[in-house]
């Protein structure tokens, strides 16, 4: 699509480039290291596919457990080893455990993020993209989901997709995070977005308005794209792709 007025298009990823520019493999790698959170992925004809097999190791076993996940992200940072210091500390036993550089390939304050993607179908995973605060400071820590889906979920006809924001540690932000079934075929490629402004965030499905929290964080947001397997007891790959991403971000002074 042409960029939304008053926007302009910061991140164009069509997956033509097998190097994945924009993009870091790896998933929270402050929190476990940067070979075990290792994303399994490959790109062809515009499309990016994140894998994960049967002999894949748990990203974060210890705190995680059986999870295994095959993510891409636009940013990252971290404190020293052994300090809490880091994004998206999703345990309160999580310390750094490989210092990351700090790191910031796309990290738009508002604006439109858009993805063409099919949702999993494997009922003991899911895929996702979502965005987390880049942690200047601790509050600046919430989640804005775009879209969520489990394979559980998905039918030939229909879908549950969840969107929203979680607060973490953001105390200006209410946990405010829904799931409607929408009667389509997820198996096929559809377009799931969500337009960031200061005062809302509005969810769409096919340009479709789903959802709108009145509610939005203020600050740096970096993204998360990412297939994950709960069981640890799969037989054969379970893949994802994802056609394309993009960022349109406020022309200065566009914001509203």
């Not at 705190?63 to 300090?83: A, C, E, K, M, W």
């Amino acid at each position: 699509m042409a960029a939304p007025a008053g926007y302009r298009l910061t991140l164009s990823s069509d997956f033509d480039d097998p190097s994945l520019p924009g993009w870091l493999p790896f998933h929270l790698p402050q929190w476990s290291t940067r070979e075990q959170a290792a994303a399994r992925w490959s790109t062809g004809n515009g499309v990016l596919t994140l894998r994960i097999d049967p002999d894949q190791a748990p990203w974060c076993p210890e705190l995680d457990g059986h999870t295994r996940v095959s993510s891409v992200q636009t940013g990252v940072r971290s404190g020293p080893v052994g300090s809490a210091d880091g994004q998206h500390r999703f345990s309160p036993y999580a310390v750094v455990r490989e210092e990351q550089p700090e790191q910031w390939l796309c990290t738009p304050t508002y604006g439109y993020i858009e993805t063409r993607m099919r949702a999993v179908t494997h009922p003991t995973a899911m895929v996702a993209l979502w965005m987390i605060g880049i942690e200047r400071e601790p509050h600046e820590s919430a989640e804005l989901c775009i879209a969520e889906i489990f394979g559980k979920h998905v039918t030939h006809g229909s879908a549950r997709i969840g969107s929203g924001l979680h607060p973490f540690d953001d105390p200006g932000i209410k946990d405010e995070f829904t799931e409607r079934t929408h009667e389509m075929n997820t198996r096929d490629f559809h377009l799931y977005a969500a337009d960031w402004t200061p005062d809302h965030v509005d969810f769409f499905v096919d340009d479709v308005l789903t959802s709108r929290v009145h509610q939005a964080p203020d600050y740096p947001m970096q993204l998360m794209l990412g297939l994950y397997e709960f069981s640890g007891e799969i037989t054969e790959p379970v893949t994802v792709e994802i056609d394309h991403v993009r960022v349109y971000e406020p022309e200065l002074g566009a914001v509203t």
